[in-house]
């Protein structure tokens, strides 16, 4: 999901710019061992790079709680993340119908149990159950950003900041004998410097401290 959405459509700005430079981009949704697979570098969402690779941090990730206008005109209204008990989430996880989601707010740490009658293994699949408005979806904002723009979707609870489920940065990573060769580094720098230039679906959430009632 997030090569085809936020890598691809950079390709032909970077061939243009680097006319001589081929590339071999394999999409996978599966961890990829560049060891035995013979690959250069790869990009991987997670908490923690392996020990065993070469790591560079190329961007955050961050992650958002939408549902589609009409799940939410037909629910109870949610303004913290405690309103969500009883709610019908979706989430990530096949054969997982219960999940914890912590959030992060003004008022510290807060952890809420949530069900789904749907599970469901991929994010876009989690995506459109959410626009067809079956339920609060907890997705990564590079997966939804258009959604939310274009009205499909609308953010839940924004100024609590969810925990997701894939890792908060995008690695480049590369086994230590294996150097990214400069038009490797090329094309790293550029997808980079695109993202910056792009804050639709990467910017952090904001958190505001709740007042404290006036004495």
């Given at each position: 999901a997030f090569g085809v959405a936020h890598l691809v459509p950079y390709l032909g700005a970077f061939s243009k710019k680097h006319p001589a430079i081929?590339?071999?981009?394999?999409?996978l949704d599966r961890h990829v061992d560049p060891f035995e697979e013979g690959i250069d570098v790869?990009?991987?969402i997670c908490d923690a790079p392996p020990d065993n690779m070469v790591a560079s941090r190329l961007t955050d990730i961050h992650y958002v709680l939408v549902a589609a206008p009409?799940?939410?005109?037909?629910?109870?209204?949610?303004?913290?993340?405690?309103?969500?008990?009883?709610?019908?989430?979706l989430f990530y996880g096949f054969r997982k119908h219960t999940s914890v989601w912590r959030f992060a707010s003004g008022e510290g740490t807060v952890e809420v149990p949530v069900t789904t009658d749907i599970s469901v293994n991929n994010s876009d699949a989690v995506k459109s159950l959410a626009v067809q408005g079956l339920g609060v979806a907890l997705l990564p904002r590079f997966a939804?950003?258009?959604?939310?723009?274009?009205?499909?979707?609308?953010?839940v609870l924004p100024l609590h900041v969810p925990q997701g489920y894939l890792g908060t940065g995008l690695y480049a990573l590369h086994p230590p004998s294996r150097h990214p060769a400069p038009k490797l580094r090329a094309f790293l720098d550029f997808i980079k410097g695109a993202?910056?230039?792009?804050?639709?679906?990467?910017?952090?959430?904001?958190v505001v401290a709740t007042p404290s009632p006036a004495a």
């Open positions: 081929t590339l071999d981009l394999c999409l790869l990009l991987r009409t799940f939410l005109a037909c629910t109870k209204p949610l303004t913290s993340p405690r309103d969500l008990a009883g709610v019908h989430c939804v950003a258009e959604d939310i723009a274009s009205g499909a979707l609308v953010e993202w910056l230039l792009d804050q639709t679906w990467h910017r952090p959430a904001v």
